[in-house]
């Protein structure tokens, strides 16, 4: 696809998890070193996908023609901070409240050697993205669900596309775990200093993996 312009094999990115409940899911990723690309019906945003296109006899077509191009791609997303600062949003709202955790990452090997996969940085601007008659269905398919509403910028969001896999491989560089993590008193966490056994559970399949870890009180220190 043309633009498919990848970023540095370097560049780290940032993907938040709920913990409590979805434990099984979170220590698969640190297990398998894969991230879930599920299909754009399955996102949160309402407008997720929606755009003009001209007031032709082919309207029906075009509709179609997108469609089954949005439902051909798993969707991974994930956020990029220039600089790894403290996002209260991304923790609340991705992160359970700070009970979950965040991975830094960088993307695997195979994203750059299969052509089945397309990265793109998510554009944030008040319109609704337009049809373009002059390019493909895939094209138009890819910018119409890179284009979100600018109340989305604090996600500082980038997304992979993949076809024939429901699944990205990443390079796992370390994980934060949340500033109320394993913890249960909700009023009291600052004062808690002990763990729930999952949380214990889950620090110990870190160390076996030999992945680094901080907590968030920690690591914003550090940053």
């Known amino acids: 696809m043309k633009d498919n312009k990848f970023p540095s094999k370097n560049t780290v990115f940032q993907k938040y998890r709920k913990f409590n409940g979805n434990e099984e899911r979170v220590r698969s990723i640190i297990k398998t070193k894969k991230l879930y690309a599920p299909k754009f019906t399955h996102l949160n945003d309402y407008?997720?996908?929606?755009?003009?296109?001209?007031?032709?006899?082919?309207?029906d077509e075009i509709w179609d023609g997108i469609l089954g191009v949005k439902n051909s791609y798993g969707i991974c997303s994930f956020s990029c901070e220039d600089e790894p600062k403290f996002n209260p949003l991304l923790w609340a709202h991705y992160a359970d409240e700070s009970k979950g955790i965040m991975i830094n990452f960088?993307?695997?090997e195979k994203i750059w050697e299969e052509c089945q996969y397309i990265f793109k940085k998510i554009k944030y601007c008040n319109k609704c993205p337009f049809y373009d008659e002059n390019k493909s269905y895939e094209e138009n398919a890819v910018n119409i669900m890179v284009q979100k509403n600018e109340a989305w910028g604090y996600e500082k969001e980038c997304r992979v596309f993949v076809r024939y896999d429901s699944?990205?491989?990443?390079?796992?560089?370390?994980?934060v775990l949340g500033f109320r993590f394993g913890k249960k008193d909700k009023e009291n966490w600052m004062r808690d200093k002990s763990f729930s056994d999952e949380a214990k559970k889950f620090i110990s399949l870190l160390k076996e993996n030999k992945i680094e870890y901080k907590f968030a009180t920690e690591y914003y220190n550090n940053v």
């Open 106 to 108: 960088t993307l695997g």
């Open 167 to 175: 699944y990205v491989p990443i390079e796992i560089k370390s994980v």
């Open 47 to 59: 407008a997720e996908g929606i755009f003009y296109y001209p007031n032709s006899e082919k309207k």
